[in-house]
């Protein structure tokens, strides 16, 4: 089977030939593997820029390991299926994606995101507070501190209410 | 009055008449109002209550803003949580706490009287588009509404409300691509000129700062230095220009930080460029407080810095595309 479907993607089966294969092709699973498998093959000797990868399986089998969901509605669910969005995401390890949708999320939930993933950071966290510095030495040179004064180093002293060491927030050592 | 009005109608009538060379009017219109509110800023004494609002929080403060001889004087107080003052004059800062005054950042002085370039005019032109939005009411005073646009989704939508008498900015809103709101800023209380209480500028002087007076500035050991780093990033948006490359001492001791900054005219973008300290605390990654967005990468031996009042996907293109060009 594996050397006809190679034969017939070189063009070298005669026309009925090739029907009879492809019949085959259809009922069989694993000849479909194989069809799909010798294309990857051809891609991947070609070079080209994009190789088409079947991940459908994949995904499928990662699915079906996620719990079943029968929350009815609100925050839960929500939550859940940031959650199932998330591993399904982290599946792919494709990380422009994962920074897109936590973008998407508020900061609240950024924490239990770093719990699930713990080997990809939090895509969009808090600014900490030793970062102030870059804030600061940003702030002075940005056109918003031109129209506004100085209304705008608010960003740079901006804080939470359980921020608990407020001061270090200003300290430039 | 009357007369007015129907000179007003025929005008209206009129410029109606010739559509599109209204829309180019309102145009340029909105930039001239752009121009007004960075003049009036550094004109006018004023004092006044704002509500800063970004991802889910909201904060108050009060603002004291004086013109002396020596230039505008700055208070920015917060009116709740933690006592937090700061005081800035010509670039230099000052922070409060606790009654101490403590030096927390200084910049080379800029010109008196700030102005929107021709250069940062036209490159705003190329990448905004200003629409004149009508009038609002802000804290009491009739506001002028005016809206840019980006052309692209590397930039935020800035909205804008100036006090039509004054000029000053009442409110400002930063949006996304999807016209979600970012950040805004507005004053809820605001006495324009009159009598302002300027005897914080005399205090605060003397305080926390020994042998050196609130005048003394250009203390090298804080200023940055003009250099020519080498660095460069090829994923600045199109319309940044480079505002300043400096060389300036930053956490204390550490050896000195290459900060260039690009400026479309609305908003701006840092990158800072240092040697990697082994500090294990380095946190990589994107952070970011209202429209405010700060990536950190460690690259080789340096620890790269991209800050920006831009969108995260901008701050990490610019991030991902610094190299040395070999200086």
Known sequence: MKQEISAFMDGELFEDESEILLDQIKGSHSARKNWAAYHLIGDVLRQPEHIHCDLSAKIRNLMQDEPVLFAPRGRAIREKTRAFAMSAAASLAAIGVVSWMSLQIGPESAPRMAMQLNSIRPAKAEILPKSNDYLMAHQEFSPSTDMSGGAY??????????????????RNK | MKLSAVIFRVLLGVSLLFAPNVFGEENSEGFDWLKIVIFAEHQTDYSGAFVYQHDNQVSTSRITHVIEKHGGYEKLESLDGPQREIVRH???????????????????????FPSLLPAQLSALRENYRATLLG????AGYNAQVVLFKPIDNLRYTHKIWVHTDSGLLLKAAVLDSKNKLVEQYAFTQLQIGGKIDRSWVKQSKPTGLPGSGFHKQHDTSRIGFPVNSGWVADGIPMGYRKTMEIQRPMHGNH?????????DGLSAISIFIELEDGDEDDVEGLSGRGAMNLYHKVVGKYLYTVVGEVPPHTVMRVLDSIRNNGN
């Open chain 2, 255 to 263: 050896a000195p930080v290459t900060q260039i900054v690009f400026s």
């Open chain 2, 135 to 138: 009038y609002e009411r802000v």
């Open chain 2, 90 to 112: 010509h670039g230099q800062i000052w922070s409060h706490l606790d009654h101490e005054m403590e030096q927390v950042g200084s910049q080379q002085a800029r010109g008196k």
């Open chain 1, 153 to 170: 180093y608010i960003r740079t002293v901006s804080y939470r209410t359980d921020d608990v060491q407020p001061r270090n927030n200003l």
